[in-house]
């Protein structure tokens, strides 16, 4: 007898849930939403609405089905309106046999919860702009970089909204690191990528790059000088002659450097205006070969003669 009641009070209450979700009710419900057909010669600046709330009704079985899973609507961005430049707009009312058609069987769109969807569209534009490597390079002692790394190509083009690719001046490559390097390095290297919701598109996706790595040697080698604004009518002996210049250098070049490869001079207004008894050499050209060239003495002791 208790288990007969029990069994007809859940038979009840069962009979009872299934006339109340048979019935018609109405609700809110944020759909997903997606977009196609935006203009071919514009693009996103920002992200639009993601989600739509529309006003439904349908049973109580339906409305609890679309509220645990509700399905993902697609909207016709073709016919957009313009407030601006880059402002459109797009009023959802239009849609609505199309995005009926899309709803579940049963599930019925009474109304919008917002007309309209806003959209910030830029022109689709076309940059070309340098490769940035990101390195962090050790050497073993005693090896050093021959010459600046070569990336090839060294710049690449991106297309994306104006107002994105306007901020871009640098596209960088993914870090490359090595350690105690000892020999010259070959490698492709992959370009970073933007955040897909920029829309920013590179259609190169690696970069090569060369680093020429050699064995550094110091050289030294005496050059003379020459003196500049000195008057006309006045000669000048200096002490020394001669000037010491010391240099980092790569061993397969230390044949190549000679006294031609360096330009010291002094200008003797500077030692006038500033009553210095002394002129001051400087180095004003120098081989691409060289690194670190140091100077000496630094100081030139003269005398005038009238």
């Known amino acids: 007898m208790y288990y007969s009641f029990i ?32 203009p071919d010669n514009k693009l996103l600046q920002e ?63 009474d109304h919008f ?8 569209l830029g022109l689709l534009k076309i940059k070309k702009v340098p490769v940035k490597l990101l390195s962090d390079f050790t050497y073993a002692d005693g090896y050093e970089l021959n010459e600046p790394i070569s990336i090839t ?15 871009i001046n640098f596209i960088s490559t993914k870090l490359l690191q090595k ?48 003196v500049l604004n000195l008057p006309s009518d006045k000669t000048i002996n200096t002490f020394p002659k001669l000037v010491k210049i010391t240099y980092r250098i790569a061993l397969s070049n230390f044949n190549k450097i000679s006294t031609s490869s360096f330009l010291v001079e002094c200008d003797y207004n500077i030692s006038k205006e500033n009553n210095l008894p002394y002129l001051i050499p400087k180095i004003t050209e120098s081989s691409s070969m060289i690194k670190n060239p140091r100077i000496a003495p630094l100081k030139i002791d003269f005398i005038i003669n009238k």
């Open 7 to 38: 069994l007809f009070a859940l038979l009840s209450i069962v009979f009872w849930f299934m006339t109340k979700l048979s019935k018609e009710y109405d609700s809110t419900i944020a759909y997903p939403i997606s977009y196609n057909n935006l």
């Open 179 to 226: 350690k105690e390097l000892s020999i010259s390095i070959k490698e492709l290297i992959a370009i970073k990528k933007f955040a897909s919701e920029s829309n920013v598109n590179i259609k190169q996706e690696n970069i090569e790059i060369f680093a020429a790595i050699e064995k550094f040697t110091e050289g030294t080698i005496e050059v003379p000088f020459k």
């Open 47 to 109: 992200k639009p609405l993601d989600f739509i709330k529309i006003h439904i009704k349908t049973t109580g079985f339906k409305l609890i089905l679309a509220k645990i899973s509700p399905n993902k609507l697609e909207i016709n961005a073709s016919n957009i309106y313009n407030k601006s430049l880059t402002d459109y707009y797009l009023l959802v009312s239009q849609q609505k046999l199309a995005l009926q058609k899309q709803m579940k069987t049963g599930v019925q769109i």
């Open 113 to 120: 919860i917002h007309d309209s969807i806003a959209f910030n």
């Open 153 to 167: 190509p060294d710049s690449i083009i991106v297309t994306g909204p104006e107002s994105i690719l306007d901020t």
